[in-house]
């Protein structure tokens, strides 16, 4: 990827296909999903994609071998309801953690509403990276006191 890579786990969201009419040996195998949601382990995983700037929904993809069969167009529709998915669930994105990247890295794009939301959620790592305090004044006991001597 370039750069800095994440050190903590990430997830990964995906959408799984009912193969149960042709998986499963004909049907013989039907997903129940009263068990749902589902959590599935991989090893040795190996993705193939492209980079997509989710501000421009355009895609940044080398002219690879193999990378001419990877379907890059997401639809108007699909995409308003990634972005409504984004707003409800996400609550962390490395991309705009000032505390563990004062610049954010390469492969990240910004997009200021998902900045002000996060910053919404969380000041301290999606701010300046300090805690904020209230607008109050504190006095010290010195100061207090030559008050209440000088009344």
Same mark, same amino acid.
């Given at each position: 990827?370039? $750069?800095?890579? %994440?050190?903590? =786990?990430?997830?990964?969201?995906? /959408?799984?296909?009912?193969?149960?009419?042709?998986?499963?040996?004909?049907?013989?195998?039907?997903?129940?999903?009263?068990?749902? =949601?589902?959590?599935?382990?991989? &090893?040795?995983?190996?993705?193939? $994609?492209?980079?997509?700037?989710?501000?421009?929904?355009?895609?940044?993809?080398?002219?690879?071998?193999? &990378?001419?069969?990877? =379907?890059? $167009? @997401?639809?108007? @529709?699909?995409?308003?309801?990634?972005?409504?998915?984004?707003?409800?669930?996400? /609550?962390?994105?490395?991309?705009?953690?000032?505390?563990?990247?004062? +610049? %954010? %890295? #390469?492969?990240?794009?910004?997009? =200021?509403?998902? *900045?002000?939301?996060?910053?919404?959620?969380? %000041? +301290? /790592?999606?701010?300046?990276?300090?805690?904020? !305090?209230?607008?109050? !004044? !504190? !006095?010290?006991? #010195?100061?207090? *006191?030559?008050?209440?001597?000088?009344?």
């Amino acid at each position: 990827m370039g $750069g800095d890579f %994440p050190s903590k =786990p990430m997830t990964l969201y995906a /959408t799984i296909w009912d193969g149960s009419d042709w998986a499963t040996n004909g049907g013989k195998y039907r997903v129940n999903y009263k068990y749902a =949601p589902y959590i599935a382990e991989f &090893s040795d995983l190996v993705l193939h $994609g492209c980079a997509v700037d989710p501000i421009e929904h355009m895609a940044r993809c080398d002219n690879a071998e193999g &990378s001419e069969g990877i =379907p890059t $167009g @997401v639809t108007r @529709v699909q995409r308003i309801k990634m972005e409504g998915f984004r707003k409800k669930h996400m /609550t962390y994105s490395y991309c705009y953690d000032h505390i563990r990247y004062k +610049v %954010p %890295p #390469s492969e990240c794009v910004i997009n =200021p509403l998902e *900045a002000e939301r996060l910053r919404t959620f969380d %000041p +301290v /790592t999606f701010g300046n990276g300090r805690r904020h !305090h209230s607008k109050r !004044h !504190h !006095h010290s006991r #010195s100061s207090q *006191a030559k008050v209440t001597s000088s009344i």
